[in-house]
């Protein structure tokens, strides 16, 4: 049986490249690539994954219809995680998070997370609220692979 920890330690050497899978209003699949991150919920501490998000689209489509897969793969081997979207950002409010320094710690610590690094994190900052962007946190409902 495959792990969430399992399924993102395939992605590890990409930097947790992973694929996204949402659905729009039609009912089409809308998928994406991004940096996928395995880190505690902020507010249960059950294990998580997080990625960051901006735009009309993606956020759209998850605020909607907050089911969502997310695929991780190395070579032929993959693994899908399955759950809900939960939004936290500047016009997504959680009762957990109480204000915009929370926001700016929880946006660098999925970003880390996903096995990002950063120079400058007061310019990071600055970028991830001029772009308004968003976290979103899966807590896994299935998770399954090839292998």
Known sequence: MTTLRDAVALAAAESGLAV???V????TVQASLVNVGLLPHPASGEPSLGFTTYGKVKLANLRTRP???VTFRNGWQWATVEGRAELAGPD??????ADA???R??????FTAAGGTHDNWQEYD???AKERRAVVLIVPTRVYSNG
């Open 126 to 128: 600055q970028v991830m």
């Open 105 to 110: 710690v929880l946006l660098r610590e999925v």
């Open 101 to 103: 320094d929370q926001l």
């Open 20 to 22: 996204v899978s949402t």
């Open 92 to 97: 997504d409010a959680q009762p957990w998070l």
């Open 67 to 69: 089911p969502l897969a």
């Open 24 to 27: 729009r209003s039609d009912g």
